[in-house]
Nanobody, 122 residues
Framework: QVRLTESGGGLVQAGGSLSLSCAAPLRAFSRTVIAWFRQTPGKEREFVSAIDWTGRTRHRDSVKGRFTITRDNANNTVTLQMNSLTPEDTDVYYC????????????????WGQGTQVTVSS
């Protein structure tokens, strides 16, 4: 199966920003929902943000107003712009594709990246 590739993670001070990118070389990218999930060791992987092929977006409540998700259908990429970061945002972030936009659940996604580490210091 073709996997997605994340990039852009790193270390940032609280209040700062990071931009994550997802390369999604999918034949049906222009009709595929792309989402971001995050996971802390020992905890469940949780939904962060998603975008469908029309540009419609949704976010978990804790990141609304701080995170923005966009897509470039011409280049098969999705970007997650993260602002006003807090230590609670520290996680491994995963890009996922093929899910149901209306169901922000890990089980609806069939394609995944390897993850990129985001660390927010106090």
């Amino acid at each position: 199966q073709v996997r997605l590739t994340e990039s852009g993670g790193g270390l940032v001070q609280a209040g700062g920003s990071l931009s994550l990118s997802c390369a999604a070389p999918l034949r049906a990218f222009s009709r595929t929902v792309i989402a971001w999930f995050r996971q802390t060791p020992g905890k469940e992987r949780e939904f962060v943000s998603a975008i469908d092929w029309t540009g419609r977006t949704r976010h978990r409540d804790s990141v609304k107003g701080r995170f923005t998700i966009t897509r470039d259908n011409a280049n098969n990429t999705v970007t997650l712009q993260m602002n006003s970061l807090t230590p609670e945002d520290t996680d491994v972030y995963y890009c996922a594709g093929g899910g149901n936009f209306a169901v922000p659940n890990i089980r609806t996604y069939t394609r995944w990246g390897q993850g990129t580490q985001v660390t927010v210091s106090s």
